[in-house]
């Protein structure tokens, strides 16, 4: 047999054998930890990349846009109140053959890869105005499809020169869907607007803007009606999309103040007419010194209220009453 100090050598080798197995759980264990914050840190940088790539703005659709409170695309609104603000007073606006290549591709990297740029800083609106143009060639799919358009090229023949071009045009237009429409709405507010302080961009506005906006092969379509199309958006947009948005909106307010002062309104009123009525009551029987009255007339009593004659607000009229009647015996 073995001698028991084997034993307690054989424990103390146990224990001894023990703690490198604690060692060993502690890598563990730190193993662990650092295999989760690299699996969180390495998901992280792959949200980050990911949110990077989100925010590419250009040859994207619109549905995958960012938008704004109004369901414009933030990249479009940013460009067209841009050029609202710096570009009304600058001619040639939107010219093919303007602009800064190069800042054009700089501007458009800084959106892709920042989500805006400093268009601030370029100090060259004719750039930024080519960059919308550049943003709506690379939209994967035109404003108004190809029926559409087709719509409205027949409307406007049909309601030329009708009111009801306005009310049927945007009708026809709100059927290409609410991100459609509004980014339309936005870019046709801009166009009508530069038109409006620079006449001549006219000329060459609509068929700069008519290959972005509808399909850019039309069979059953030829180019100049598509041109004319273009150019009648942007000169009736205040009746297309303006004008007809501000009389909805004054209807809408008016029916909200007839229905929340209707019963203040009407006591106001009742307290009005009652005090006028007082009023009207009060000069009534304001009498003056010198006030006509009707006279009795001894001739014929049917006659008392044709003649006039003027009398003192002191008179007593009980006791001319009395004298002034007329004894039967007398007619």
């Given at each position: 047999m073995r001698r028991p100090n084997l034993c307690n050598n054989s424990i103390g080798v146990a224990d001894d054998a023990y703690k490198p197995t604690n060692n060993t759980a502690t890598q563990k264990d730190e193993g662990r930890l650092s295999i989760v914050r690299r699996v969180l840190g390495g998901s992280r940088k792959k949200d980050d990349n990911c949110s990077t790539a989100r925010i590419k703005l250009f040859g994207v659709p619109l549905v995958d846009l960012p938008l704004n409170n109004n369901s414009v695309p933030k990249v479009l609104q940013r460009l067209c109140v841009f050029i609202e603000v710096h570009g009304m007073k600058v001619e040639g606006l939107f010219r093919l053959s303007g602009g800064n290549t190069t800042l054009i591709d700089s501007l458009k990297n800084q959106f892709?890869?920042?989500?805006?740029?400093?268009?601030?800083?370029?100090?060259?609106?004719?750039?930024?105005?080519?960059?919308?143009?550049?943003?709506?060639?690379?939209?994967?799919?035109?404003?108004?499809?190809q029926e559409i358009t087709t719509e409205l090229v027949s409307l406007m023949h049909k309601y030329e020169g009708d009111t009801w071009w306005g009310p049927v045009c945007?009708?026809?237009?709100?059927?290409?869907?609410?991100?459609?429409?509004?980014?339309?709405?936005?870019?046709?507010?801009?166009?009508?607007?530069?038109?409006?302080?620079?006449p001549t961009s006219m000329t060459y506005l609509p068929s700069v803007f008519s290959p972005l906006l509808t399909c850019a092969e039309i069979k059953d379509l030829a180019g100049?009606?598509?041109?004319?199309?273009?150019?009648?958006?942007?000169?009736?947009?205040?009746?297309?999309?303006?004008?007809?948005?501000?009389?909805?909106?004054?209807?809408?307010k008016q029916g909200a103040v007839f229905i929340s002062d209707s019963v203040s309104n009407h006591k106001q009123r009742k307290r009005k007419e009652k005090r006028d009525t007082c009023l009207k009551l009060d000069r009534k029987f304001v009498r003056s010194n010198s006030e006509e009255r009707p006279a009795l007339n001894t001739a014929c009593a049917t006659t008392r209220a044709e003649t006039m004659r003027r009398v003192s607000s002191h008179e007593d009229f009980s006791k001319t009453h009395n004298n002034n009647k007329i004894e039967p015996n007398q007619v």
């Open positions: 892709n890869t920042e989500g805006d740029a400093e268009l601030e800083v370029c100090n060259d609106i004719a750039s930024v105005a080519l960059l919308l143009v550049v943003w709506l060639k690379e939209l994967p799919q035109p404003l108004l499809s945007h009708e026809s237009i709100l059927t290409a869907g609410t991100l459609p429409a509004n980014a339309l709405d936005t870019i046709l507010h801009l166009l009508h607007n530069y038109s409006a302080k620079q100049p009606e598509v041109v004319q199309l273009t150019s009648k958006l942007i000169q009736d947009y205040g009746v297309i999309f303006h004008k007809r948005n501000f009389d909805l909106d004054a209807i809408n």
